[in-house]
């Protein structure tokens, strides 16, 4: 089982000099590789979807897709932990 780690950021925008939510948030998911964290992925999502059912849904969108380009391997099982 593959570990990876993830924020979320509410998007905000100034309104008059009053800071407000645009209604999403963008899910940063990073794994650790020497010791540093190596960006995976940023997804943007609504904020009344939850973070981990769009997680999840990544993971099978991006095991999915034919031009796999990155260090992790399709075959892996994932576990996400909020930093």
Known sequence: ??????TV???LQDIDGIEETTGYKII??????????KL???IEA???YSTTDELEHFVE?????????THLDKEMTFLFEQL
Not at 1 to 6: D, E, Q
Not at 28 to 37: A, F, G, L, W
Not at 61 to 69: G, I, R, S, V
């Open 1 to 6: 089982m593959k570990t990876l780690y993830f």
């Open 9 to 11: 950021e509410k998007e």
């Open 28 to 37: 940063t998911v990073y794994d650790i590789v020497e010791n540093k964290p």
């Open 40 to 42: 995976v992925v940023e």
């Open 46 to 48: 609504e904020n009344e």
């Open 61 to 69: 969108n991006l095991l999915q897709e034919e031009d796999f380009e």
